[in-house]
Antibody
């Protein structure tokens, strides 16, 4: 059974930092692209960024709203994904989902974690 | 930046067909996915690559994509289908994933 479990959410002040983690199980983690998607309270889904697999040189992509502030990394040996968030703003308040992108060409988000809430507030 | 536009809400009577649209420039040239999200739950993939259904998704869910519009169709809509639905595509020009704003499907 595929499982994605996020951790690390919490309350942080504006300008602060936070690191989210995602532990994956039930599939060959190293084969997949992995993404982060967030959802502000009462709002829609917003893509945060992606890390590709080893075959694609672990390249990363980021949404314009977080580029330069957030960093995605992965550890295939531990089946883990991380999101380092710096210079946090109140508008970064959201539930953050760890998401697996499928192997097929369209890379659909076929499995989602339960999400972890990040609140940026003074 | 690339944008996907969805109607905020769609209403349907039980047993009828609901259609949710997603519009974007030359969207027919991209693969579109659809996600269902119920309150308090994580999204679930219901359609990928425009028309494909993941295993476990009922046959009443179908998708199409042509021109500037992709459509999610729910045939024989049931109360359990009441949820928010989001379309999603990959924008190769900016190397980014784009989501539509979401559509609340109400089964009245």
């Amino acid at each position: 059974e595929v499982q994605l479990v996020e951790s690390g959410g919490g309350l942080v002040q504006p300008g602060g930092s936070l690191r989210l983690s995602c532990t994956a199980s039930g599939f060959t983690f190293s084969d997949h692209y992995m993404d982060w998607v967030r959802q502000a309270p009462g709002k829609g889904l917003e893509w945060v960024g992606r890390t590709r697999n080893k075959a694609n040189s672990y390249t990363t992509e980021y949404a314009a709203s977080v580029k330069g502030r957030f960093t995605i990394s992965r550890d295939d040996s531990n089946n883990s994904l991380s999101l380092q968030m710096n210079s946090l703003k109140t508008e970064d308040t959201a539930v953050y989902y760890c998401v697996r992108a499928g192997i097929s060409g369209s890379r659909p988000f076929d499995y989602w974690g339960q999400g972890t809430l990040v609140t940026v507030s003074s | 930046s690339y944008e996907l536009t969805q109607p905020p809400s769609v209403s349907v009577s039980p047993g009828q067909t609901a259609s949710i649209t997603c519009s974007g420039d030359k969207l027919g040239g991209k693969y579109v996915c659809w996600y269902q999200q119920k309150p308090g739950q994580s999204p679930v993939l219901v359609i990928y690559a425009d028309t494909k259904r993941p295993s476990g998704i009922p046959e009443r869910f179908s998708g199409s994509n042509s021109g500037n519009t992709a459509t999610l169709t729910v045939s024989g809509t049931q109360a359990v289908d009441e949820a928010d639905y989001y379309c999603q595509a990959w924008d190769s020009s900016t190397s980014s994933v784009v989501f539509g704003g979401g559509t609340k499907l109400s089964v009245l």
